[in-house]
């Protein structure tokens, strides 16, 4: 019996890079985008093929984990490994390499499906099972990135808006409800091309070693992106756009290669003008660019040309 859940995207609203030293995050559920795992049609295109053999690669790498002692949960490998060869592939809309969580999706399927003893999304929102959930997701997930957080596939897994206050201190959280008639709003911004997690990480990563950079990410970084985050939890959108302001030009300066070139001019544009401001999708150089506007309609005409997609309105 295949399990036919639905994993929907994910969007990490705040924490991005910052997570890594020990910043906030808040991460939720984006139902625009999903996947799900399902037995072929019978047509065998060239989507199902090419996911199935994708799974096979992964569900590899998760039995030499096994083998070697380092899987943190247990599969039942049996059964995964009838099903894939019987043509089990993912069907999923989310795109790849734009930040919103296409293989934590997949890691949520695969844990929900065929994990023995598995931790249930009912019975945890706090505390030591929710630590430990995500350490196994992030051991999963480390076949995509290299070195994953586990916040991605937890999201999907969950499908609710988690907040982490620390590595070892995080829960499920109320978002505040979206107004349908708000005239400001949160959307996404398509750059046109997806993002290289890894390469983008590793260069972060280099960059930390330089004093200077590790201090602006723990002190202004951290700063700045906390701050949007409370206020933003509490519907306060003067200090969120105060915050949103300053962390956006924090990003501008310090983060170029996340910033695809093309995009810097309408970055410092809504700077400047306070119509709109840009920040970071995910670990960025392509994919989705996250947008906070007051004012819709203006951010809207200023952006002519690129398609918003909202996500939430205020």
């Not at 985050?229 to 969120?240: E, R, S, V, Y």
Request: aromatic share 10%; glycine share 10%.
């Amino acid at each position: 019996m295949i399990n036919q859940s639905l994993y929907y995207a994910k969007i990490l609203l705040f924490g991005e890079y910052g997570i890594i030293e020990d910043s906030m995050g808040l991460s939720i559920p984006y139902h625009f985008y999903k996947g799900t795992l399902l037995k072929p049609s019978g047509n065998n295109t060239e989507i199902e093929t090419t996911s199935n053999k994708s799974l096979l690669d992964f569900v590899a790498y998760l039995k030499a984990k096994e083998a070697d002692g380092s899987l943190l949960c247990k599969l039942d490998f049996n059964r995964l490994q009838n099903d894939l060869e019987n043509g089990l592939y993912f069907d999923s809309s989310i795109p790849q390499g734009f930040g919103v969580g296409s293989s934590g999706a997949l890691v949520a399927a695969i844990y929900d499906g065929y994990a023995i003893n598995k931790i249930s999304a009912d019975d945890v929102n706090h505390g030591d099972e929710l630590v430990k959930l995500k350490a196994i997701l992030s051991n999963m997930e480390n076949y995509f990135h290299g070195t994953s957080s586990g916040l991605d596939p937890l999201i999907c897994y969950l499908n609710l808006p988690v907040l982490i206050k620390s590595k070892s201190d995080m829960g499920t959280v109320m978002m505040p409800g979206s107004k349908a008639d708000g005239e400001g709003a949160i959307f996404l911004m398509n750059s046109g091309s997806p993002g290289k997690t890894q390469g983008m990480v590793s260069i972060f990563l280099n960059k930390l070693k330089e004093e200077g950079f590790r201090n602006l990410v723990r002190t202004r970084l951290k700063k700045y992106n906390d701050e949007c985050i409370k206020a933003f939890l509490k519907g306060d959108t003067k200090p969120l756009f105060e915050n949103l302001k300053e962390l956006s030009s924090l990003f501008l300066e310090n983060f170029k290669p996340m910033i695809p070139e093309k995009f810097e001019e309408l970055w410092r544009k809504g700077i400047e003008t306070n119509a709109y401001y840009l920040k970071l999708c995910g670990s960025g150089g392509g994919g989705f660019i996250l947008g906070f506007t007051q004012n819709l309609d203006e951010a809207e005409k200023m952006l002519k040309g690129h398609q918003l997609q909202v996500i939430h309105k205020f």
